[in-house]
């Protein structure tokens, strides 16, 4: 195996990837990248310069120059600075949700975060979330998730995701939201949201999240990746 391995977990919102994704890299003890705070960090950034969404140019350019860090607390949280302030929780709101879906549809963003997201790769591996990292930030990565589940209970999952973190959530607008994240991630022209032609896909629909990381830790098993 050239390299460190590579575990992505892609899938549309609300399946659970992120939760997936950072359970595995504490259990293997790898690194984790969470390509959609990235997406979310962009949106936030133009929000807090008066960008207007609609404006390409101007969040590539921020995606470009973004000063952001992750880190993880003692209490296992991670954590997620832009220019030396604490964003984890503003970052986290449905109305940046909406910002990110839309700036992620924009091919001089996707450029500009590309090499970003190629960096967080390392010994001794790394377990990557998003919507595209199977099929196009790394291509070559050994073992590829698609999570997913369906949009009933993604709208469930997040809305208890929002309660449990204070912020205000309305179930049947997480409905609506989701179908139309859905409806703009899969029809943008570039890097649409759909599964590797070699990932496997879990249905989490049923499945406790134990059981699907137990699940993805097979596989990996199977591919002697650890």
């Known amino acids: 195996m050239a390299g460190a391995p590579i575990i992505t977990v892609d899938g549309p919102s609300g399946s659970g990837k992120g939760t997936i994704s950072r359970r595995l890299a504490r259990q293997l003890g790898w690194r984790w990248l969470d390509s959609g ?12 310069r008066g960008l207007a969404i609609s404006d390409a140019a101007g969040h590539a350019y921020l995606a470009l ?8 607390g003692s209490d296992g949280v991670e954590r997620i600075w832009l220019d030396g302030v604490e964003v984890s929780v503003a970052i986290r709101g449905e109305d940046i949700g909406k910002g990110a879906s839309v700036v992620a549809a924009m091919p001089e963003v996707r450029a500009a975060l590309l090499e970003r997201q190629r960096a967080f790769a390392g010994a001794p591996g790394l377990v990557a979330d998003g919507r595209d990292m199977g099929s196009v930030v790394f291509p070559a990565a050994e073992l590829k998730i698609y999570l997913t589940a369906s949009a009933r209970e993604r709208a469930l999952r997040r809305h208890k ?17 989701i179908a139309e994240r859905d409806r703009r991630d899969m029809d943008r022209p570039i890097a649409p949201l759909k599964p590797a032609d070699d990932a496997v896909v879990v249905d989490s629909t049923s499945m406790t999240i134990d059981a ?15």
Request: charged content about 25%.
């Open 161 to 177: 995701q929002l309660k449990q973190k204070g912020l205000s959530a309305n179930l049947a607008a997480l409905s609506l939201e």
């Open 65 to 72: 120059h973004l000063d952001v860090r992750f880190d993880e």
């Open 212 to 226: 699907v990381v137990e699940r993805v830790l097979q596989l990996a098993a199977a591919r002697r990746l650890f």
């Open 37 to 48: 705070a990235l997406y979310r960090l962009v949106a936030y950034a133009g929000r807090q």
